[in-house]
């Protein structure tokens, strides 16, 4: 059985055929997470039930009942909701909190027969892109433990980059999915605002967030989301509209050429690095040997896009957060008031960047600068969505870099917040406008005698994930010759 090169549909042949059980699957992982997990810290807490979940699996594949997605081993991060199992947020504030109901993607993928091996570890409560901020330890990038893995999904990324999982899930609220991927050479998809059930996942920005997949391939993200996807009734903001679409432009249109949009003012910003920019430029061409069709666009606000979300994302988790008030869940500390009761449950409860975030949050939306931030953010955020629409009336997609430069060294940007917050620039768009994107790896570059890997990203229309698809595999296809 060889993980680096094993896809679903691989697996799923395999255990169909009987070359190897459920069980055997787990157990393949289950022996990379020991070997490796102490060092890179991928996953806060390995299951305990995972013979007997790859038992149930196995009992439908001998029964020919199975899917695709039966005896899959996958990764869960560590805000996303599976009853009876403990969901921190990667917080002390909630560390010992077992969750009392499934989340509709874990509905979806327990009745599909996947094996959950694990919770991952992430930022605390999404807020962060390095998973450097989870207070249990930071974890590594398996490809260089000298560098972080991205975040906040870190956990979920290196358990697949190390094959301690075949996929995994994530959340993505500005790019949590896709800076992870691409840092750790894999693929994520950030999907359609409203194509998947938020419903059990602990909301961080709740005009932002999305879970989506990782995986090792296009192929195996686009299984993921199609069976992790569709309207949920729980979830107020989930879309009716089929979010299953399997058929893109092309196959409506097969003498349809997919026009790329390049905006050439944000990808030649200052503080690209040098080999981002080079790599972009050299996939864009080789897409265009291919067939597709390069033109250059502008998108005149996209240049706020990252003061808008550091305001409307803190303002919306200051108010998420506030629920986190030591009587209805985990941490409690006592005081001698009431009030002091909270403030020193959130005060030791919550870690600085958190703190932080909460009080940008709270300054926002207090009297006298609602007006002069909140409101003039959500104007801008609607003018951002004008300039996308207006874009794809002339291009099927938008393509940029996915991070603006490679993994970067654990603690490099510790101590500068705003250098942190800079890793987002391409990535917060897509989420700012509810839009789907997809990052695929895109080559490597050598830096201190290692391989890292850079990522392309790719944005469409609302709802078109199989057109992102398509030519993520024409991508993918590319940079593995």
Avoid at 17 to 32: C, H, I, P, R
Avoid at 384 to 405: L, W
Wanted: aromatic share 8%; net charge neutral.
């Amino acid at each position: 059985m060889d993980l680096k090169t094993l896809t679903i549909k691989k697996a799923h042949e395999h255990l169909a055929q009987g070359d190897f059980s459920a069980m055997e699957l787990s157990e393949a992982y289950l022996k990379n997470i020991e070997a490796h997990n102490k060092n890179i810290n991928a996953y806060l807490e390995v299951f305990n039930d995972i013979e007997e979940q790859a038992k149930e699996s196995q009992k439908i594949i001998e029964s020919k009942k199975g899917g695709i997605f039966t005896g899959i081993p996958i990764a869960v991060k560590d805000n996303i909701l599976i009853k009876g199992k403990r969901a921190s947020s990667a917080s002390k504030i909630l560390e010992g909190y077992t969750a009392t109901y499934d989340a509709t993607v874990i509905k979806k993928l327990k009745a599909d027969g996947a094996v959950f091996l694990g919770r991952t570890n992430m930022d605390e409560f999404a807020m962060g892109g390095s998973t450097e901020n989870s207070a249990f330890g930071a974890t590594k990038n398996p490809l260089d433990i000298s560098r972080v893995p991205g975040g906040s999904s870190g956990g979920s990324a290196a358990a697949v980059a190390m094959d301690g999982a075949l996929v995994a899930l994530g959340s993505d609220t500005g790019g949590s999915i896709r800076q992870p991927a691409s840092f750790c050479g894999l693929v994520g998809l950030k999907p359609t605002y409203g194509a998947v059930s938020r419903y059990g996942l602990m909301a961080m920005a709740s005009s932002l967030d999305q879970i989506g997949p990782f995986g090792k391939t296009v192929e195996d993200a686009e299984i993921l989301f199609n069976v992790i996807g569709g309207h949920d009734p729980m979830d107020s903001t989930s879309s009716p509209r089929e979010a299953r679409n399997n058929t893109d432009i092309t196959q409506n249109d097969p003498g349809k050429k997919i026009t790329i949009g390049i905006p050439k003012d944000i990808v030649d910003s200052p503080g690209i690095d040098s080999a981002v920019l080079k790599n972009f430029n050299e996939t864009i061409t080789k897409l265009k040997n291919v067939g597709y069709l390069i033109k250059e666009i502008t998108l005149p606000h996209m240049h706020y896009a990252l003061s808008v979300y550091y305001i409307i994302m803190p303002a919306e988790a200051s108010t998420n957060l506030a629920r986190f008030d030591g009587v209805r869940y985990g941490l409690s500390q006592k005081g001698a008031t009431p009030f002091e009761d909270y403030a020193k449950t959130r005060g030791e409860g919550f870690g600085r960047e958190v703190r932080r975030r909460i009080l940008l949050g709270t300054y926002v939306l207090s009297s006298g600068y609602y007006d002069a931030y909140y409101n003039k953010a959500w104007s801008l955020r609607s003018l951002m969505g004008k300039d996308f629409e207006q874009a794809f009336k002339d291009v099927d997609v938008i393509a940029t870099p996915t991070t603006p430069t490679p993994a970067f060294k654990i603690g490099e940007k510790s101590n500068d917040p705003l250098a942190m917050y800079l890793a987002d620039v391409f990535t917060v768009p897509a989420n700012l406008i509810g839009i789907p994107a997809l990052s695929v790896p895109s080559g490597y570059d050598d830096r201190d005698g290692k391989k890292l890997p850079l990522g392309l990203q790719l944005m469409a229309p609302h709802f078109e994930e199989a057109l992102l698809f398509k030519i993520g595999k024409d991508v993918f296809g590319s940079s593995a010759s």
